[in-house]
């Protein structure tokens, strides 16, 4: 089986392709791996089925969708997706199949093309995991190959020839000896600074606790003439409440008298209001009697301009019966004299 970088890539689509089908329920997925004479074609045939048209488009559409956000592919051509019997999508190295069960079994692409190596979505899987780790171990031994290392006596030779060139020995420990008591005396004054700071930060903080409880006393004595201050207009308040309370008692009574004032004119009002509406109403008496009566003479006149019209007719209708009760009587009478005439 090829393994190139972009045969591997192809792969991996139809793997996902094939994963969607399956979401989807669909029924007897198949990956067909064509024959390299068939390359030209496509590498790869997914073909799955539906119970239903909606089925096989759901299929499809999410295969695109997938396919979009997962890897930015998208379709070549899509076609039959109106009729939903038969769907194809067509993404160049490879090309999904969805079909209906019938149709499936009408066209058999996988009798067609059987020079072409089914799997099914496990084995697919399978084989491209082996495929790919049968890659990382020869590309392991490439490079263990070329990275194996030299023989033991080039390094050895090496390390001679660097001996007998190299110059004098240097006297390197002295310089070190002498820096080490200045590193010491650049600690000393170190620490007369921190204890200097220690010194200063203690005077700083018991200065800082005296002001503090200086402050402390102050604010209480402030807060206890507040409170004391605060407590005397308390007296004030109370006496004003008494104050206040015996005008309240007085201005209820004529709160009383008011309402019972007021209670009087609306007693008027209503009945002024009904002395006018029983006026209107006999001023409305004596027209509605001459409406009334134009009314009756009006539906007087309609009945005689309507009986007069239907004279005629009704006449006609009388007279028609008695016309046909006449001559019903001559046929009789012409019959029973014809057979007292043959009796004879």
Not at 306 to 335: D, E, L, N, Q, Y
Request: with cysteine; charged share 35%.
């Amino acid at each position: 089986m090829p393994t190139t970088q972009a045969h591997e890539e192809t792969r991996k689509l139809v793997q996902l392709a094939a994963a969607v089908c399956e979401e989807k329920k669909g029924a007897d997925t198949r990956i067909l791996e064509l024959d390299p004479m068939d390359s030209g074609l496509a590498d790869f045939f997914l073909i799955t089925s539906a119970s239903n048209d909606r089925q096989a488009t759901a299929i499809a559409d999410e295969i695109e969708l997938r396919l979009k956000r997962e890897f930015g592919e998208y379709a070549h051509s899509v076609e039959g997706r109106r009729t939903g019997e038969w769907i194809l999508l067509d993404y160049v190295d490879f090309v999904v199949h969805v079909f209906l069960a019938e149709r499936r079994a009408f066209y058999d692409i996988e009798r067609l093309r059987k020079s072409a190596k089914p799997f099914t979505p496990a084995e697919f899987d399978a084989e491209l995991t082996k495929a790919l780790s049968e890659k990382t171990v020869a590309a392991r031994k490439k490079k263990q190959s070329e990275t194996k290392p030299e023989p033991a006596a080039e390094p050895v030779v090496a390390a001679e020839v660097v001996a007998e060139n190299a110059p004098a020995p240097v006297v390197v420990p002295q310089p070190v000896k002498k820096a080490a008591p200045v590193k010491k005396a650049a600690k000393a004054p170190a620490k007369k600074v921190v204890a200097a700071k220690k010194t200063v930060a203690a005077k700083k903080t018991v200065a800082g606790k005296k002001a503090a409880v200086g402050k402390k006393v102050v604010t209480a004595k402030r807060g206890a003439v507040k409170k004391v201050a605060a407590k005397k207009p308390a007296v004030k308040k109370t006496v004003a409440k008494k104050v206040t309370a015996k005008p309240v008692k007085k201005s209820l009574k004529p709160a009383k008298a008011k309402k019972t004032v007021a209670a009087k004119p609306l007693k008027k009002m209503v009945k002024t209001v009904a002395k006018k509406a029983t006026k209107a109403a006999s001023k409305l008496a004596p027209v509605k009697k001459v409406v009334a009566k134009k009314a009756a003479t009006k539906k007087v006149a309609v009945k005689k301009a309507i009986a007069k019209k239907t004279a005629p007719a009704r006449k006609v209708v009388a007279k028609k019966p008695v016309a046909k009760k006449a001559a019903i009587k001559k046929i009789v009478k012409k019959a029973v004299a014809k057979k007292a005439a043959k009796k004879r």
